[in-house]
């Protein structure tokens, strides 16, 4: 070891004793630097993470690498100095090791500066370092790779320059040869075969922040190779007709290392699962979420993937991931998830079954090849079989598309994430109410809590009804659960009002608006720890509607069912003005409500009856407006109910001025703001203005030569505040994973602390602290008078709350107010005939006995200040200026709503997913000096490496590569 280190010691020092080094690293950190600031526009693309300096890497060390092993073995022997070296006590296999290991120190020492990159963009955002670590790993292993392949071709040849460019070609050989635009000229395994050869094509895997032991074993394994070949290719020199022997010996034993090196990659290649993931959020690690999901089945589940050999150059190489993933699954299932792979091009009765059994049909793609372009039907499919449920994903459901330096990156968007959905979906839409109840340990409690003889007239006869339907319902059960009736006024009852009152939050109802006089007709279902209260007090109840309340109770209280989202918005149709002229809607929601149909049963909600379905977990209200007593009511009864309310609202609504043909904001009428605010969550009437914003497109005039011309340029719009972390509750679930989200036209949420006392709270998101609010805003850009901003800017800055969530007891809305029934019954009477008057006091009565006056603790409110933020007119907009950066509204709003049904499984695996670490907002100034700051630091470092090197010349010493006890006396060997 010692000799190898000497001759280490005597490379370097043959490196550092020239400015050969300080030219290397000089060059090789200005074009580092060049590519990631300049031509990979790192600052445009405001993303904190260092992948385009990585992906550069492998080109550029084949460059350095060709440059610092010319000169290693063609020197010496041009000089005559090799025949020094071999006749010396040192083995071929030293020399090799003392100069790969001297020019690898080189390399080690080149990435270390390019350290300040990383350092940098850690500062500017928040970094994941996995994939870092990851990259300088491959990149040194790669590095490696190249330096074995140089020192090689060195060694057969006495000239440098031949040296230097016949190693450039076979490096980037080995780099090419796993480049799509060679992989693509062939199809099936000849394909994955020049894949798996290519030291570019392995060197993605490790730099996503994924270390495969088979790619580590790659480039060992390659490296290995071309030492031996080296070691050989000093050897063959001593080699005469003579030692034949020798010979045989030499290239039988070089041959069987090289043989197994081969082997062992061969073996295990088609081998899964050997990986680390050193991704900060486990991106590439399937969760315990999931293995908890897929380990509980009763029956097999099928994945199977539809994915064709010959397809669009940008999806051939996310064909392996799927793989991997799915077969992840099938060995974390214990033997429940069967795991296929298939081209249905090759097998015409897989194809068949796809098209016709699940609806998957191929997509055309256009290809360009190199003298033509082409269309190329394939797929890109994965199935979900669950008993007689299924669930296709598409292409377009599985990837999302980055564009990078006027090139387009297509990658998986979350995988985990879409294989767990897709399976809730099958698994719950397989599972029935008797399944569950089945399935249970201990039986479900159903107790009917009803004061007969203190009943209203109307109701008398729903008491028979429900106790016949439950005792049914019990008799079937096979004693899974267990039916109850108690009378709170009975002489001798266990149970009592206060008992009710105190221990389940049960209120009575009152027989009238004045009556001091109530009842109780409360059904409890008690689902382990989970309670369910359901309210059998419509008139003429049947045993069908008591079986269906019973069902939605136990659905609802179980974690086998996909949970029911009610949706409403505003009414988008169009509207007349004063003049006549009809106007437009630009609003509009599909989006939203295709992202929530992914993962709910979304069904659309009238509340113009005064009451939400009972199969409801949670109500989306969009844009309320134009909302009635009665309306207001149906929401305000589902709350007391213990349903939960997830409102994007707002007291603006954006749209087309029908004067001015502008944008404008018009304030809404008919909202929920005074509701809100007796709940104790304020939304104020005032817009907030951030200097922290997305920018807005708008057309703007030139004049070229006397023509007019007309263009898009994006301008700072204080009206689209861009939330980042700062401005984050990263404690909170609904927030903690979401790098940005932009909130158009918001209004500031506050939370009233006298009325929210007594409950959990929590702010979501805040302004920037340079943040004012306009109250009836002008939301055109007046640079005119206003030529800084374009808008009027208030002296009073301040961090506005955007967002909350609170979860709690809560007072009804009508409690002490005239029912809205009564109101409505009177209206119909003064509109239509006396006949419907004779029936209003049935409703007015209706209306006293239904109404609840305080809800469970269970219940929960999530209010955005935007209603524009998930609108598909801004999503437009918005992916024109940062392409997917809308997705973070949509996911934000999913948290919300997983939030709010306590649906943690999915907050935790879609915070999984390969987020957008977005970088702080900089101005021009601030991005040159951190670009200079990191040109800087590197001639700092190429300063200082220049003076040691001065220093070293002067106080230089004798290497000797023999050891100081094989000497003697005089110094001879």
């Known amino acids: ?305 539809y ?47 796809a098209n016709n059994t699940y609806g998957i049909k191929p997509s055309p793609f256009q290809v360009t090849g190199k003298n033509e372009t082409s269309i190329i039907n394939s797929y890109f499919d994965i199935l979900i079989r669950y008993g007689d449920q299924s669930v296709t994903l598409g292409y377009g459901d599985l990837i999302e598309i980055v564009q990078s330096s006027g090139s387009a990156e297509v990658k998986l968007r979350n995988l985990e994430y879409d294989l767990d959905k897709a399976i809730k979906k099958v698994l719950y839409g397989f599972q029935s109410v008797d399944s569950v109840l089945a399935a249970l340990e201990d039986p479900v409690h159903l107790t009917f809590y009803v004061t007969p003889d203190m009943l209203p007239e109307e109701l008398a006869a729903n008491v028979d009804v429900v106790k016949s339907a439950a005792e049914n319902i019990a008799e079937t059960s096979n004693g899974k659960l267990v039916f109850e009736m108690i009378d709170p006024d009975a002489a001798g009852s266990s149970v009592t009002r206060d008992n009710l009152i105190q ?72 509207t007349t003005d004063m003049f006549g002229q009809t106007i437009q809607a630009i609003s509009s929601y599909d989006t939203l409500a295709k992202t929530l149909g992914s ?59 029908p004067y001015y043909g502008g944008l404008s904001l018009m304030p809404v009428e008919g909202g929920m703001k005074d509701m809100l605010s007796y709940y104790g969550i304020d939304v104020s009437d005032a817009v907030v203005l951030d200097t ?38 990263t404690k909170s679930s609904i927030t903690s994973n979401l790098s940005a989200v932009t909130m158009n036209w918001a209004s500031p949420v506050t939370l009233n602390a006298e009325k929210n006392a007594n409950r959990e709270t929590e702010t979501l998101l805040y302004s920037s602290a340079d943040s004012w609010t306009l109250d009836n805003p002008n939301i055109q850009p007046d640079f005119t008078t206003y030529p800084e901003t374009g808008f009027e800017v208030s002296e009073t800055k301040q961090a506005y709350p955007l967002a909350v969530a609170v979860k709690g007891v809560f007072n009804s809305y009508f409690t002490d107010k005239p029912s809205p029934f009564e109101a409505k019954a009177t209206e119909e009477a003064d509109s239509n005939d006396t006949a419907i008057q004779q029936e209003a006091p049935a409703s007015t009565a209706e209306s006293y006995y239904t109404r609840i006056d305080q809800s469970p603790d269970t219940a ?3 209010v955005f200040g935007s209603a524009t933020f998930i609108d598909d007119f801004v999503f ?44 702080d907002e900089l101005d021009e100034n601030q991005e040159n000096f951190w670009e200079m700051l990191n040109y800087g630091v590197a001639l700092f470092v190429l300063i200082g490496i220049f003076i040691t090197w001065q220093y070293d010349k002067r106080h230089e010493k004798p290497l000797s590569l023999i050891p100081r006890e094989k000497l003697d006396k005089g110094g001879r060997s």
């Open 307 to 353: 994915i064709s050999k010959e397809t669009h150059p940008l999806l051939a190489p996310l064909g392996p991931q799927v793989e991997d993933m799915i077969r992840e699954y099938e060995i974390a299932s214990n033997g429940m998830v069967q795991a296929e792979v298939l081209d249905p091009l090759d097998d015409p009765e897989a194809e068949a079954e």
């Open 1 to 305: 070891m010692k000799q190898i280190l000497s001759i280490t010691r005597k490379e370097l020092e043959g490196y550092f004793g020239s400015p050969l080094a300080i030219i290397f690293l000089g060059t090789f950190l200005a074009v580092v630097l060049f590519t990631f600031f300049t031509v990979e526009k790192f600052f445009a693309r405001g993303i904190a993470d260092v992948r385009p300096m990585f992906q550069w890497l492998p080109i550029l060390l084949i460059f350095l690498l060709a440059a610092l092993t010319m000169r290693q073995w063609s020197d010496e022997k041009r000089s005559g100095s090799i025949e020094i070296l071999l006749t010396m006590p040192v083995s071929r296999f030293q020399l090799v090791m003392g100069k790969f290991l001297a020019v690898m120190a080189f390399i080690g020492l080149a990435l270390l500066l390019t350290l300040p990159i990383p350092i940098t963009v850690s500062r500017l955002g928040n970094l994941d370092w996995g994939p870092v670590a990851g990259g300088y790993l491959a990149a040194f292993l790669m590095a490696g790779a190249y330096a074995a392949i140089g020192l090689f071709i060195s060694s057969r040849t006495d000239n440098q320059i031949v040296a230097l460019i016949s190693t450039m070609i076979v490096g980037g050989l080995f780099y090419l040869v796993g480049t799509r635009s060679v992989t693509d000229f062939f199809n099936g395994s000849l394909s994955n075969l020049f894949w798996a050869i290519g030291t570019g094509s392995r060197f993605e895997s490790i730099e996503r922040g994924v270390i495969d032991l088979r790619d580590l074993v790659y480039y060992l394994s390659l490296t290995g190779i071309f030492l031996l070949l080296n070691t050989l290719s000093l050897d063959m020199p001593r080699w005469s007709k003579k030692q034949k022997a020798y010979r045989v010996k030499s290239l039988i034993s070089a041959g069987l290392i090289g043989f197994n090196l081969l082997a062992v990659n061969v073996w295990m290649y088609p081998l899964h699962g050997l990986r680390l993931d050193l991704t900060e959020s486990k991106e590439y690690t399937i969760s315990q979420v999931t293995k908890d999901l897929i380990t509980n089945l009763d029956e097999p589940l099928l994945i199977r993937a």
């Open 503 to 574: 221990n389940l939050q049960l209120q009575p109802f009152a027989l009238s608006l004045y009556s001091d006089k109530s009842f109780f007709m409360h059904l409890v279902l008690q689902h382990g720890e989970e309670t369910k209260v359901i309210y059998p007090i419509d008139e003429g109840l049947t045993t069908a509607n008591v079986h269906k309340l019973v069902e939605e109770a136990i659905k609802q209280t179980s974690t086998g069912f996909l949970k029911v989202v009610g949706y409403w918005h505003q009414d988008l149709s169009p």
């Open 599 to 657: 993962e709910y049963t979304v069904q659309s909600v009238d509340l113009t009856s005064g009451s939400v379905p009972t199969e409801v977990d949670v109500l989306v209200m969009i844009a309320p407006q134009g909302l009635d007593d009665l309306e207001l009511f149906a929401v305000d009864q589902f709350l007391m109910r213990g349903g939960s309310l997830v409102i994007a609202d707002s007291n603006y609504k954006a749209g087309i001025d």
């Open 876 to 919: 437009d907009i918005s992916s024109s200026t940062s392409q997917d950066r809308y997705l973070n509204s949509l996911q934000f709003f999913q948290n919300a709503v997983d939030w709010t049904v306590e649906d943690s499984d999915l907050l935790t695996i879609r915070s999984k997913g390969s987020q957008t670490r977005v970088l």
């Open 692 to 729: 922290q914003n997305e920018p807005f497109p708008v057309y703007v005039s030139r004049d070229v030569n006397g023509t007019t011309v007309q263009e898009i340029q994006y301008i700072s719009y204080p009206f689209y505040p861009d939330i980042r972390a700062a401005g984050m509750n």
């Open 860 to 862: 929960r409110i999530v």
